[in-house]
Every structure is written in C-alpha cells, then in structure tokens.
C-alpha cells in the first residue's frame, strides 16, 4: 500500500446530507459566500478569522448569557482575546434541552456488562455533586483534581465543576505518585476526588496507598472525594476526613450553570517539554465549546442519534475531547480496561453492543489488530459503524488499508492530529473528501496550518514544521504558574516568533491533505500520552546503578512506537536482567505504564552539547537514519566522540529487517 493511494471516496448522497454541506449552503444563503469546494471553504475560515468564527458560533449554537461585542480584539500570538464581553458556561450547553429517558452515557469497565447512564440521571448527579462541591468550599476559580479511571464519575465530576466555575483537572489512576504531583501540585487544587483503584489485564491494582501519598503531598488539598472501584467500603486509614462519592450523590440539586467570562479557565491539560515540570495548560470555556462544536459537527459530521466511542484514559486529551460530544446531545461510549483483554476484539465487541457510530482509537491499537491478525468484519456486526478516527501517532498507510479491508468498506476513515496544547486537531477528517492511504484529508477549518522549511519559509510537498500563523479560539489562555508569559513562549513562540511551532514534522501535499512524520522535537509520545524527558530521567537516575540516561522514541515514520533509552552505568555496574527489570519497574511506577522503554542499551556516555545540555532530538535524527554530519554539529558538543555507539545501532537496525525490534521505526 502506497502513501497517497486513493482508498474511499464519499457518495454524492453522504456529502449532500453532511453537516459540512449544509453550513456551506446556510453561508451561501444567510451571507453570500460560495464556495464550491473544501479547500476554498478552508482559505476563507483562515483568511477572514472574524467572519468565520462568528459563522461557527452562529451556525452551532452557542449560546451567551451576555452578548460579544468583538469577535478577536487583537491578533497577535500569545494574546488573542476572542468574543470579548461575551459570558457562557460549557455545561449549560451540555444540558440544554435533552431527552431526560435517553441514554447519556454508555459505559463498560472491563470483564463487566454494558451499563448506561441516562441524562435524566446524568443531569441530578452533576446538580448533587454540584451542590456538595459548594458545600465543601469550591467556587469560581478553585481547583478540582480527578485521580480516577475512565468511568461516569469522572464526566459527572468534571460537569458539576464547570456548573459552577471551579477547574478541573485529571490524570488516569496508572500514573505513578511523583507524576502526578508534578501535575496537580502547580495548580494547589483544593479538592481531590480519586477511585480507590482500576483493573487493567485481568488484575486489580489498589491505588490507596498511592492516594494516602498524594494527601500527604498536596497541602493545599482540603477533601478527598473517595469513588469506590475496586470495594464498596475501602479501607481509609490514614486519611482524615474522606467523603464518600455516594454521599455526593444523596443530594437533591439541579444542575444551575453559572455564566462566566468567555476565557474563564475550564480545565488544566499537562502537556511536557524536555526539562523542567509538566506544563500546566489552562483552556476557556468559550475557547473550548466553540472549537468542539465545530471539529464534531462539521468535520466529524456528529449529530444526534450518534454513539461517539474513542479509547482514551482520564489522563489524554482525547477524554477531555469524547465529554464534548455531550455538548451535541449525542451518546458518549467509555470504557475503562486494556483493549486488549481479554483479546483484541474487546472493542470491536463493545462496538456491535452499543451499536457505536464513531470507533476512535489510536495508530498503536490498529497496529496491534494488524498484528493479532483480527477480522472485526467478520467476527462481529458493525453496520451501524460510519467512522473510525486514529490520533495519538501517525497512521502508516498500511493501517489505512487494513481497516478497509478488515472493518468496513464503506467507512470514513479519519486520522486527525492536534495536541494537548489545544486540546483539539489542527488537520483532520472531513466528511467533503476522498480518504487516501497515509494521508489526513484536510488542515481543519479555522487552522491556519503551514509547513515551514529550515529558513521558516512555508512549503509545499516536502516535510517541515508543522506550524500555524494565525490564532485559534482553544489555544492556552496561559499556564499555570507561569505569571510573566515566559515558559509560554518558549514553549511555541522562541523559534519563530509570533507564529505557533508545534514539534511535529508535516508535508501538505498540492491537494491541500497532509502527512505527518513524528515529532521534530524531543517529547515522548506513547499512545497520545506525551511524556517530558526530564520525567523520565528523575525516575531512571534515581537508581544507584545508572549514572546518566537519555531517552528518545523514534515514532512516525514507520507509524510505530519505539521508545530507546540508553544508560551510563557507574562503575562496577552491568545491565544484566535484574537491572533492566528494575528501571522498568522504576518507570512503571513513578512515570506510567506507557513509558516503559522497549528496549534498553549500555553506552560510555550520552551526548551533549557544550552547555551541558543532552542531545535527544539529534540523536533521534540519527538512529532515524539521517548521517550524523547533518543531524548535529560537532563544534557545538562537548563529546562528539559520544555519537559513535548511536552511529553504529542506527546501520544495524536499518540492516535488522522490518520484524527486528526497532526496525520498523527507522
């Protein structure tokens, strides 16, 4: 299967009845704006961001207590403020007007049944949880935390503290203790809500004792909401004053959504750079209900009767991204478990059950089909099935053809990529277009995405900087503790300044689709959970046995994951079995499961540049294959003699074949 080969072509019947379509038409009849294709629709929403973000409020019904005044003040990035004067509230939108007796939610925890959650039933939990936050203190602006799996609770949490104003923010309960106060330390939260464990593999994991640590180590945490997962009753010793999440719900309160300022923090997402602690990324209400609306209805071409499915944790963007489809009144599917148990047609399962719509997944677990060999097509009924999205690392274009020739035929296949840092997709799917193999259809409305050569000059049909030069409503308001701006600006502004660098390499080709090649920069991202280095080397160097360590995962242009850490051991040590066993173990426990490396190797020493500072971008470039004379200069190197053992891994795993470890990835 070739990149570029043409896959899927949309029906004139499904384009004319897309939501697409129809915003196209009400432009044309509403404003006088004709456009005959996709790619002049998108040059508009990027070359006229006032009118088409008014468009898109307008058309998806977003709803303000106070009227805007301006739609952006100033652009300018950092900076942009959007809708100016105008006041909302993300689970007003949530709750309006749904049908109390339908279904709201449709969850599985793994090994268990099919359970669902009505929106009658959705709507007094949020108004009682809602109600008892009030009571336990929470206002406008205080921070909630989550330590708690993939279940109902988590949604109906995060719904009541946005009712009210409060921040939420969550990680996924296989984070180890030191991750997560690296997260919810910055933010001083002042609630924390956290399931007692999680069952993953076939196996429950008590996370109690995690719990009483993350008490003792978040001082500015006042309750602990406790979620019975693992037992009905867990065992609170050591832990003074814990509310049980029963109690939460005995209350008798309608959910009574406050309107707040258009960039009034929502949420905090964490998204890592190479040094320093987790960036704590705060987004607005306004930001976030006008940019979901806009990726579900018209590029996801979700409406109602929908059953929206993506495997996600509490800990990934994509969680924040599913609860948004309850904003379009549709059906959201979770499930909580490993996809792959008790084999890998768990979630093609769960999706003939639910009868789900939209299958969302990442690249690794379509991979993993491919590997297993499954036939979903076969084994199960998946007529109601229209759309299967993949993010979290790059589609190859074999993927692409296996879920044509294994899951449906007649199936908008729709690889998106985006970020954390926006908690959204840059380029993506649309409904108006072919599906090709390895290829992302189109850069998303409203996103000015461009790819940028060596010399930040924007090209066509060759790989670049992914970037983008003009501001989007979901961008960071700011982070937290970050009172000056400075860390934000490094963070996507030093390289070019004034225009978005993300740290993704993209081609866009003539047709306007586009290719992403992996990360340009040095943050590992495993599953769409993505890492900061420095995290990595606090738990790795913590070992008495390695002296120094630098990590890199060559994910992208192979579309898999291969994560590479190399250690200095001190002297007298080896890396025998009981070693490496116990980095791994070391790194399951203070990082997470996902960022256990798949291999790991004995170097002299790691590679730096004359500050100090490790190599990890250039010497991914280099077991990537570029010639090391290109990936870095030795001038600029305290060691150069330091990238010889990389040099030489790189020519054996390009020479290993396809099935050798690694080799997939270079």
Known sequence: MREGELLWQPSPERQARSTMRRYMGWLKERYGLEFHDYNALWHWSVTDLDAFWASVWEFCGVQASKPYSQVLAEERMPGARWFVGAELNYAAHVFRSRPQDQAAILYQQEGGPLRSMTWGELTAQTGAVADALRELGVGPGDRVVGYIPNIPAAVVAFLACASIGAVWSSCSPDFGPQSVVE????????????????????????????????????????????????????????????VFWDELLRRRAEPAPIPVPFDHPLWVLYSSGTTGPPKAIVHGHGGIVLEHLKMLMLHMDLRAGDRFFWFTTTGWMMWNFLVSGLLLGITIVLYDGNPGYPSMEALWQLAEATRMTCFGTSAAYIAACMKAGIEPRRS?????????????????????????????????????????????????????????????????????????????????????????????????????????????????FATYPGVWRHGDWVKITPRGSCVIYGRSDATINRGGVRMGTSEIYQAVESLPEIADSLVVDMEGLGGRSFMALFVVLREGCVLDEALEGRIRQRLREDVSPRHVPDAIFPVPEIPRTLNGKKLEVPVRKILLGTPPEQAVNPGSMANPESLAPFVQLARQLAGAGPDAPGAAAV
């Open 183 to 242: 997260r919810f330390r910055q933010i001083a939260p002042k609630v924390l809500i956290a399931a007692d464990g999680y069952r993953y593999g076939g196996k429950p994991f008590d996370r109690m004792p995690v719990i009483r640590q993350l008490k003792a180590r978040l001082e500015s945490v006042e309750h602990v909401v406790l979620v019975p997962y693992l037992n009905e009753r867990p065992d609170t010793a050591g832990l003074a004053g814990v």
């Open 380 to 492: 199960f009924s998946l007529e109601a099935l229209t759309q299967v999205g993949s993010t979290g690392s790059p589609l190859p274009p074999e993927g692409f053809a296996w879920v044509y020739r294994n899951v449906k035929e007649d199936l908008h296949l729709a690889s998106i990529s985006g970020g954390t840092d926006v908690c959204t997709a840059f380029v993506g799917g649309v409904p108006l277009l072919p599906v090709r193999a390895g290829e992302i259809q189109c850069r998303a409305l409203g996103a000015k995405v461009e790819a940028y050569d060596e010399h930040g000059r924007p090209v066509v049909d060759q790989v670049g900087e992914l970037v983008l030069t003009r501001p989007m409503p979901s961008m960071p308001l700011f982070f937290w503790n970050d009172p000056d701006g400075r860390r934000y600006l490094e963070s996507y």
